[in-house]
């Protein structure tokens, strides 16, 4: 069974760096690119960041684009994503997800870590 356990939110202050964590269990974690996605409160989940599975790219949505870093560390079965220079509209519930070679869409998620940024 595939587990993704996401930990590292908290309350953080504007300008302030969080670094969440993705443990994942039950896959094939190198075959798999990671993501990292978002939802703030009434809005819809919107993309973050992801690491592809063959060769670590990364791709980042313009609003994270020099802020946020994703990472992966293969041998540990963890994607990582560090934020720096937070900012309110950082406010959300961070979510990671699986998608096996980036090939089948997103078809794994974890149960979400929440995200606060106080002025």
């Known amino acids: 069974q595939v587990q993704l356990v996401e930990s590292g939110g908290g309350l953080v202050q504007a300008g302030g760096s969080l670094r969440l964590s993705c443990a994942a269990s039950?896959?094939?974690?190198?075959?798999?690119?990671m993501g990292w996605f978002r939802q703030a409160p009434g809005k819809e989940r919107e993309f973050a960041a992801e690491?592809?599975?063959?060769?670590?790219?990364?791709r980042y949505a313009d609003s994270v684009k020099g802020r946020f870093t994703i990472s992966r560390d293969n041998a540990k079965n963890t994607v990582y994503l560090q934020m720096n220079s937070l900012q309110l509209e950082d406010t959300a519930v961070y979510y990671c997800a699986a998608n096996y070679q980036g090939t089948t869409g997103y078809n794994f998620w974890g149960q979400g870590t929440q995200v606060t940024v106080s002025s």
């Open positions: 690491v592809t599975w063959s060769d670590g790219r990364t």
């Open positions: 039950g896959l094939t974690f190198s075959r798999y690119t």
